[in-house]
């Protein structure tokens, strides 16, 4: 049974740092691609960064280069997003997604067929 599920999150002061963790279970996540989505109230789905399973290739939004960084701990079976410098419209839940067949670009919902449950993350003073 494929299951995915998110750690981490929380309350955390403009500026801060949180770092998120997606568990894997019933599966490698080696050899799955992982994406990692935010969603806030009343907003879309959008795709905050993601990792490929063939060479490792991360990719980020445009709203988090530079602060987040996307890695895969392949001998605990997770993935991590490490956010630094949190901002308050970084507030929303958060997703880790994987699938082994990409179909689409991987910041894409659409792209994955396994979700996690999500954790929240608020930004606030």
């Known amino acids: 049974q494929v299951q995915l599920v998110e750690s981490g999150g929380g309350l955390v002061q403009p500026g801060g740092s949180l770092r998120l963790s997606c568990a894997a279970s019933g599966f490698k996540l080696e050899y799955y691609a992982i994406g990692w989505f935010r969603q806030a109230p009343g907003k879309e789905r959008e795709g905050v960064s993601c990792?490929?399973?063939?060479?490792?290739?991360?990719y980020y939004a445009d709203s988090v280069k530079g602060r987040f960084t996307i890695s895969r701990d392949n001998a605990k079976n997770t993935v991590y997003l490490q956010m630094n410098s949190l901002k308050p419209e970084d507030t929303a839940v958060y997703y880790c997604a994987a699938d082994d067949e990409l179909l689409l670009f991987c910041l894409l919902p659409g792209a994955y067929d396994y979700w996690g449950q999500g954790t929240q993350v608020t930004v606030s003073s």
């Open positions: 990792i490929s399973s063939s060479d490792g290739s991360t």
